[in-house]
Every structure is written in C-alpha cells, then in structure tokens.
C-alpha cells in the first residue's frame, strides 16, 4: 500500500464532497488516513445539516410558520420546488379541513359569520 500524497486526498475529498454516496474513511488504498476521511465525513455532514436547518428556518420564517409547527403538524419539507409544492397543498388542505369543521361548530351552536 502506498502513501498518499496530499493532492490525492484533497481530490479524493474534494470528489466525496461533490458526490458523498459512499463513506470516504472506506476508500481503498486511503487506509492510512481513515480517521482523517473520518473526521472529514463528519465534519461535512454536520455543515450540510446545519446548512438545511437554517434555510428550513428561513424558509419557515418567510411563509410565517416556526419550523416546531410545521413538524407537530406532520410536514417534513426541503427547499425542493417539488416538494414544497406538495408541502403547501398539504397545509392548504389542512387549513379547508379546520375550516369546514369550524363551520360545522358554528351551524351547530347557530352562530352565523
């Protein structure tokens, strides 16, 4: 087994970053620096999270939502347009849904709006 240089490892990791679908610490012929690729998949994984928290937050926070609501609500989303479409018909249909019941609550005690 040979040493790896520097350059090999940077490019390695830099490849891993642009494409993480495996764990980089398995890479073969990088036993050497396992715990550095390690320590590295690590590092990067937790950048990414907290990456997407603070854009879920901005995201929640600029449709008027806090993200706690939006999970005790059941909605788990990302900023994929797909996805996001599907979010807000999910909460539209749930905003015509208390809607509906309200109006059922009001015919029963006789209020009228």
């Known amino acids: 087994m040979s040493k790896k240089t520097l350059l090999e490892i940077d490019e390695l990791k830099a490849g891993w970053a642009s494409d993480p679908c495996f764990d980089i610490e398995d890479t073969e012929g990088f036993e050497d620096v396992r715990e ?7 590092e990067m994984e937790l950048k990414w999270k907290q990456r997407d928290e603070q854009e879920r937050n901005k995201l929640a926070e600029t449709l008027g939502f806090r993200v706690r609501e939006l999970y005790e609500f059941g909605v788990q989303y990302t900023l994929d347009p797909a996805v996001f479409t599907d979010v807000m018909a999910a909460l539209l249909n749930r905003i015509h849904s ?8 009001e015919n029963r005690i006789g209020v009228r709006s």
């Not at 550095?36 to 690590?42: E, M, T």
């Not at 208390?98 to 609550?105: A, H, K, Y």
Request: proline share 0%.
């Open 36 to 42: 550095d690729l390690l320590q590295f998949r690590q």
């Open 98 to 105: 208390l809607e509906d019941r309200i109006d059922l609550l």
